[in-house]
């Protein structure tokens, strides 16, 4: 028989589930469709691979290109090269293995590829059994293709087109050391590691083509430096899993109600999505069609009918025996059943999924008892290949096999054998089974990749008294202990997670489900219903559960406002995954980590996300770093990105040019505004806008210590030919008359096509009005807007604008230079200063008013008029001044005070949170005291870390349009340390506000500038 004649036998048929299987299905029937992956391959998969199932769910929606699997070594363009190696990956039972097998299948059977003289395939299951791990290329493939005999010399091999085909790279039980010494030749022997990275690396046979296959976490085995394409199989859509069921079913009746179930039950429509589920959860609803019994809706209740179901395949099959009675089914099958439990266990906790004869053997499943011919094991492990004499098996899918070990978790538990499990656990006591549910939920939260996270849905899932029922036979528990689940509920619900990422958290969502306890679902229905959203409060948890049905839904929102949840920054951080789906997302002032960014980094990469403000988050230079990455991802179509106030420098320019060179990047809007990014950063970002591939329309470098020199070059890109900019804003910087002149140089030039600038608190006068003027009156100038409040633009420069503005051939629609007076020349946030006084009508009695209200103590009682704007139970004051604009003011603290803002509606006479600053949506506090600092709202308080000083001045800084309110620290050297900003649209005026605690320590001045 030829080689081709012996690879379409081997590939022609597809046994599903177990190899053991009387009718196996053709391969074309299942196959599923490649998607090249794109934006991923240098992406290590930190989490379980549900989570990955889960993310595929949408699968016409995820970006990528399909190929046909004959494609599969065909460049995606005609300028790329080559190639040689692809990477194939794809979670267990997704379908890689299936995919290779039609690959080989259509080119044995002449169909494609018919250029190719030679496809092997080579295993690792397989390639772990040879002997000593020793061998050459040559011995190797005669030992898995006895008919190559023939091909002795090498030049049989180089005159050949040649396809190495390694499946299961996640299998593999050696080492791939790429900076080992590679052989040549193919009669030189090493170890099978060894012969395939000179394979890979091309030292051996460098003309053969490579294809690998892997489930995600073992990609990055190899160096992406030897991959030249990655692709990914994405399993079934929603139609493929349809047409299964039908196909499998036989009756469109039947499948219709398998299909409606599904379509029901999210979390079981979604594991659908890998084939050899659809095959798991088709058994069940075939063995329970014809019952009159309610179909699973947990996984848990699934996998107990699927256990069942082919326990009693098993008896009709081997047995010739049909038992009506699940109970004594089991009873009958229980010791093969905890022995494949023990078996799935101890490998769960080592991390194999591949098992050998030897394996099976410590476990009492002797193959040459027939056990696995004709036993309970033939249904549950796969034998997968034979090679050597001897035979490699595995659980038909690893859903399975972490079933099988929380059953032999409990078992061990119940028969008090719980050495192995309380080692495992990390368990002090297990005397009752609340012990043992929590110390499982701290084990799983404790992975990295979540690879208990299955385990622990069953574990608890199992231990429901109406699962216990349906074991009946199999388990050695009488009378389950339903006090513990109750008690496990109120753990996983009171569970701190600050530390835990948003998989881990949502699979405690999906742990609630598998006890029946749905409130979390219902209040997050609830919330997602109610028109009072922004008032009920979220815990983390919470937000994790709404962030995976924003995951699961298929919709995109139009905007994602994290400030509009009444939650913590704990909270909010849960909700960052989020983004992906949603095409604005507004995430200012949420204190957000690294992990944060990695994860918006990926978001980045959907086609969904256009527009991004992180401002007043501490992204600095090492966050913009991970977002610039995937900015300049082709798949990136953010066109607007706002990172004001984010404690950026010089290093975030050099970072945001490279985004502007990228010729694939949208951005349109760039809000880089407060950031201390001075003249030698802003030249660095604007070399790269001097060419006609940038399209940014918008630049915001408001407050970011700019002098001239940033004028100069910025007029620069305003005078470039083919620049795109059209809105720029440079306010807050105090460049004074002569960055104006420059300014106005660029607007009086012929290329210059600015329709908006913004020079607020820019210390500008007279002079740099006149400029201003005659620039516009060059009949170039294409300017609508022009901003010049809080300037000092005298009388004369207000009127030469002015008269601008009002010739008929103008094309200025908008100007503002109110207020403007001297005092804005100051420097700085002091050009906004305001004198305030405090409003004594407002004061709590035990307050003392000192220096014409000017300075509040906590002294003694003062016995004040009543008066129904006096705080009566709280120890505050307001001021008399009602604040609508941009302001600033400063005053020194003692003790532990309350400094913020109020509507003048916020409640006077109660004890309640109405009354008190911060703890209403009335109001925005900072807390001041020696030990910290805390921004509260709504009753939500926020630490904020900030390095040690011994200042005790603060800065408030209000810009009512713009609906921010800001806290410095004002340092000895008179410098400012930003603290905290809040972000709300404010709805009425402010006044200033005041709490003290601390009797007869506690005080507040204003500073006089």
Not at 236 to 252: C, E, P, V
Not at 511 to 531: A, M, R
Request: glycine fraction near 4%.
């Amino acid at each position: 028989m030829t080689h081709k004649a012996k690879m379409k036998k081997r590939v022609q048929f597809i046994n599903e589930g177990t190899v053991k299987s009387q009718s196996p299905t053709t391969l074309d029937s299942i196959f599923t469709d490649l998607y090249i992956t794109e934006g991923e391959s240098e992406c290590v998969n930190l989490e379980h691979e549900i989570w990955q199932t889960e993310s595929a769910y949408k699968i016409h929606s995820a970006p990528g290109t399909a190929v046909q699997i004959n494609d599969i070594f065909r460049p995606l363009s005609a300028e790329e090269k080559n190639i040689k190696t692809v990477m194939t990956k794809g979670i267990a039972g997704i379908g890689k293995t299936v995919s290779v097998q039609k690959f080989v299948l259509d080119w044995a059977e002449e169909r494609a590829n018919q250029h190719i003289d030679f496809i092997f395939m080579l295993p690792f299951r397989e390639m772990n059994l040879i002997k000593n791990n020793e061998c050459s290329l040559q011995k190797l493939l005669t030992a898995f293709y006895p008919e190559l005999k023939q091909l002795q010399d090498e030049m049989n091999f180089v005159d050949r087109k040649i396809i190495f085909i390694f499946d299961g790279l996640d299998e593999m039980r050696f080492n791939l050391d790429f900076s080992a010494e590679t052989v040549t030749k193919i009669d030189q022997s090493s170890s099978v590691g060894v012969v395939l990275t000179s394979l890979i690396k091309g030292s051996l046979l460098p003309e053969v083509r490579i294809w690998v296959t892997s489930r995600p976490a073992a990609v990055k085995d190899i160096p992406y430096s030897h991959i030249d394409q990655f692709t990914e199989v994405r399993g079934f859509n929603d139609q493929q899993k349809a047409d299964y069921f039908r196909k499998r079913m036989k009756d469109d009746t039947q499948a219709g109600k398998i299909i409606t179930h599904l379509q029901a039950n999210r979390s079981l429509n979604i594991m659908c999505h890998i084939p050899v589920l659809c095959w798991i959860l088709s058994t069940v609803f075939c063995a329970m069609l014809g019952q009159n019994r309610t179909m699973p809706n947990t996984l848990t209740d699934m996998f107990i009918h699927f256990i069942i179901a082919q326990t009693k395949m098993k008896n009709e099959k081997y047995d010739d025996h049909e038992e009506k009675d699940s109970a004594k089914l089991l009873q009958s099958n229980k010791t093969a059943i905890l022995q494949l439990a023990k078996l799935a266990f101890k490998n769960l906790v080592n991390g194999h999924i591949m098992f050998y004869e030897e394996d099976l053997q410590q476990y009492g499943i002797n193959d040459t008892k027939g056990s696995l011919t004709c036993g309970i094991c033939t249904e549950i492990i796969k034998e997968e290949s034979i090679f050597a004499g001897k035979k490699v098996y595995c659980f038909v899918h690893l859903t399975i096999q972490e079933f099988l070990a929380a059953l032999n978790v409990l078992e061990a538990f119940w028969t008090k054998k719980m050495a192995d499990v309380k080692q495992f656990l990390d368990m002090r006591s297990s005397q009752f089974l609340i012990d043992l549910l929590r110390s499982a939920v701290d084990k799983s939260l404790q992975s990295a990749n979540g690879h208990l996270d299955l385990f622990l849905r069953f574990l608890l899932g199992i231990s429901m008294k109406s699962n216990l029922t349906l074991l009946q036979g199999l388990l050695t528990c009488l009378d389950p202990d339903q006090r513990s689940i109750k008690l496990a509920i109120t753990y996983i619900k009171d569970l701190e997670i600050v530390n835990l990422s948003p998989d881990r958290c949502i699979n405690l969502v999906h742990c609630l489900t598998e006890i029946n306890d749905h409130s979390l679902q219902n209040e997050l229905q609830e919330h997602s219903t109610s028109k009072l959203q922004e008032e009920k409060q979220l815990s983390p948890l919470h937000c994790s559960g709404l962030a995976y049905a924003y995951k699961i839904s298929g919709e995109v929102r139009e905007v994602l406002d994290l400030q509009k949840f009444n939650t913590t920054n704990e909270g909010r951080k849960r909700l960052v995954p989020a983004v992906k789906y949603c095409r604005k997302a507004r995430l200012a002032s949420c204190q957000l980590v690294e992990k944060s960014y990695e994860s918006l980094a990926r978001a980045l990469q959907s086609p969904n996300l256009t527009e991004l403000d992180l401002s007043s988050n501490e992204v600095q230079d090492t966050g913009l770093k991970l977002l610039t990455t995937a900015l300049r991802n082709p798949q990136c179509r953010l066109e607007c990105l706002k990172l004001s106030q984010c404690k950026l420098t010089e290093e975030s320019c050099i970072l945001a040019a490279s985004v502007l060179r990228s010729a694939s990047s949208p951005l349109r809007e760039l809000d880089l505004s407060y950031n201390d990014l001075q003249d030698s950063g802003v030249e660095k970002l604007c070399w790269p806008m001097m060419n006609p591939q940038c399209t940014l329309h918008t630049l915001r470098i408001a407050g970011c210590n700019l002098t001239k020199k940033s004028c100069d070059v910025v007029g620069k890109v305003l005078m470039f030919e083919g620049s795109c900019l059209r809105e720029l804003d440079m306010s807050d910087n105090d460049f004074g008359d002569p960055g104006v002149a420059l300014l106005s140089d660029a607007l009086a030039n012929s290329q210059c096509e600015l329709e908006k600038l913004w020079l607020r608190g820019c210390m500008a006068t007279e002079m740099g009005c006149e400029s201003l003027a005659t620039a516009l009156k060059s009949n170039c100038s294409h300017l609508r807007e022009l901003d010049l409040s809080y300037n000092h633009p005298g009388t004369l420069g207000a009127e030469l604008l002015s008269s601008y503005q009002e010739e008929p051939n103008t094309k200025l629609e908008k100007l503002n230079f109110e207020p403007n007076s001297e005092c804005h020349l100051r420097s700085g946030l002091r050009k906004y200063f305001c004198d305030l006084t405090l409003d004594s009508n407002t004061a709590n009695s035990w307050l003392s008013l000192l220096e014409d209200n000017r300075r509040v103590e906590l002294d003694s009682y003062q016995g004040f008029d009543f008066h129904s704007e006096r705080f009566i139970h709280f120890h505050q004051v307001m001021c008399r001044e009602a604040l609508t604009g941009r302001c600033y003011w400063e005053g020194d603290w003692v003790g532990r005070v309350h400094v913020g803002v109020a509507y003048k509606g916020i409640g006077r006479q109660g004890k309640g949170n109405d009354c008190q600053l911060g703890q209403n949506e009335k109001s925005w506090t900072l807390v001041c005291c020696n030990d910290y600092y805390a921004a509260k709202h709504k009753n939500i308080a926020t630490i904020i870390p900030a390095p040690h000083s011994d200042s005790q001045r603060v800065g408030v800084y209000l810009d009512f349009p713009a609906g921010s309110l800001s806290f410095y620290r004002v340092d000895p050297d008179q410098s400012l340390y930003h603290l905290h900003t809040f972000y709300s649209t404010f709805t009425e005026p402010l006044y200033p506000a005041f709490r003290l605690e601390a009797l007869g320590t506690a005080s507040f001045q204003f500073v006089r500038l």
